[in-house]
């Protein structure tokens, strides 16, 4: 329903694959993550079946970047180590997929029918607004006018 979807809505905001209930974060829009959005380790997130494509996206993406940074590339230790997917955050990721795939195995034939039309419908309704400050592109500099 309308009204139970804008009473949830007030006291939680859009992150990163999932919502994020803390209370300063909300209160400024998303713009301002005291744990600099690591969500998946906050208590305050939460995430939900709508979320599970994104989900599998960014577990492929965290083995794709580790995979990348052990392979030959050029980069100071510490600068390695800092980009370097934990793997900790690797599990937590892989435990949610397996969270939301067992409880969608759990529902009948026809339970599962309904779910996957909701999030077929949540998902083409959801503004992507990932709670993250966004820094513009710069302006191109290009002067036509101006001689070479
Ligand atoms: S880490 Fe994510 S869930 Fe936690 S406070 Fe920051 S934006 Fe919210």
Redesign the pocket.
């Given at each position: 329903m309308d009204s139970e979807h804008v009473r949830r809505a007030i006291g939680e905001v859009a992150?990163a694959y999932g919502l994020?209930k803390?209370p300063s974060?909300v209160a400024a829009g998303?713009q301002s993550?005291?744990?600099r959005?690591?969500?998946l380790g906050?208590e305050?997130?939460h995430t939900d079946v709508s979320y599970l494509p994104d989900l599998e996206a960014y577990l492929a993406d965290l083995l794709r970047s580790r995979e990348k940074l052990m392979s030959a590339f050029e980069a100071d230790d510490w600068a390695r180590s800092e980009a370097m997917p934990s793997e900790e955050e690797i599990r937590r990721v892989r435990r949610l997929i397996y969270r939301v795939k067992t409880d969608l195995d759990d529902l009948s034939a026809e339970d599962r029918a309904q779910i996957e039309q909701a999030v077929s419908v949540v998902r083409r309704s959801r503004t992507v607004m990932l709670?993250m400050p966004l820094v513009g592109q710069p302006l191109p500099d290009v002067r036509p006018w101006r001689s070479a």
């Open positions: 992150t994020c803390e974060n998303g993550c005291p744990l959005f690591r969500c906050c305050h997130f709670g």
